[in-house]
C-alpha cells in the first residue's frame, strides 16, 4: 500500500506468479474518511489520528492495488504465454472535510490546494504501479522458453525483480515529494505554535494571586513528515 504519512508511502507491486501482453487493465475506486475543524492545525490533527493505517504508520491519504494475471502457457516448438494481461484494481483513501463552508476563506482555499496535492500524489503512484505492470506485461510476452517450467520459472523471476524495483520507484517518489509536503501552506499553518500574548499589569497581579492566566503554549502529537 502506498500513502501520505503525515504523509505516508512506498507501494510495493505484488505480482501473484506467472504470465504478459503490454495495456494493463485499470480501475480506480475513491473512498474518504471525514475530519472537521476550523483551523489548519485542527485539520491536520484530525488526518493523523483518523486517516488509514499503512505498515503500522498513520497516514494521511493512501492507495492500494490488487493485482490479478490472466492468460495460458501455450506449448509448441517453445513455451509462450498467450493472451497475457495484468489487472490492478486501485482503491485511493482521501480526506474529505465533513464541511468546508466553516472554514474560513483563506483555510477553505489552502485545503483545496492541498486537498489537490494529496490526490495528485496518489495519482502519480498509481502511475508508477501502472508503469511496472506495463514492463512487466512487455517481459513476459516476449517470453520464448523450450517448455512451460521454464517459461513460469522465468515469468516468476520477472515478477520479483518488478516488485523490486517497482518499491524503489514509489520511495524515491516519495522522498522528492517530502520538502513540496513541508512547504504547503496547510501544512506550515498547521505545525505553527502560537506566540504567548503579554500579560497585562491585571494578568500578572492575578498570576501572583495564584491564578492561572494566559495561554497554553500548543505542542503538536508527534507526526512523521514522510509520505
Known amino acids: 500500500m502506498c500513502a501520505l504519512v503525515g504523509l505516508a508511502g512506498g507501494m510495493l507491486l505484488a505480482l501473484p506468479a506467472q504470465e ?6 485499470v480501475t480506480s475506486k475513491y473512498t474518504y474518511y471525514s475530519i472537521s475543524g476550523t483551523s489548519a492545525r485542527n ?3 484530525q488526518m493523523i489520528s483518523r486517516g488509514p493505517h499503512v505498515s503500522g504508520d498513520r497516514a494521511l491519504a493512501a492507495t492500494s492495488a490488487e493485482t490479478r494475471q490472466s492468460g495460458d502457457f501455450v506449448a509448441g516448438k517453445s513455451c509462450r504465454v498467450r493472451n497475457y ?6 482503491t485511493v483513501k482521501l480526506p474529505k472535510v465533513a464541511n468546508e463552508r466553516k472554514l474560513t476563506p483563506k483555510l477553505r482555499r489552502n485545503w483545496k490546494k492541498f486537498s489537490a496535492f494529496v490526490k495528485r500524489h496518489e495519482e502519480r503512484h498509481k502511475q508508477i504501479w ?6 512487466v506485461e512487455r517481459k513476459v510476452k516476449a517470453l520464448r522458453t523450450a517448455n512451460c517450467r521454464e517459461a513460469d520459472r522465468k515469468a516468476n523471476r520477472i515478477f520479483r525483480a518488478a516488485a523490486a524495483a517497482c518499491e524503489k ?13 513541508a512547504r504547503h501552506p496547510l501544512v506550515v499553518a498547521a505545525k505553527r505554535v502560537p506566540r504567548r500574548k503579554k500579560r497585562s499589569a491585571k494578568a500578572l497581579r492575578n498570576t501572583a494571586a495564584g491564578r492561572t492566566v494566559g495561554l ?10 514522510d509520505f
Open 216 to 225: 497554553k503554549r500548543y505542542v503538536g502529537g508527534k507526526a512523521s513528515d
Open 20 to 25: 504478459a501482453e503490454a495495456r494493463p487493465k
Open 85 to 90: 494481461r495484468i489487472s490492478l484494481n486501485f
Open 43 to 45: 485539520l491536520y490533527q
Open 130 to 135: 501502472i508503469g511496472c505492470a506495463r514492463d
Open 169 to 181: 520507484k514509489h520511495d524515491a517518489f516519495d522522498r522528492s515529494e517530502q520538502k513540496r509536503l
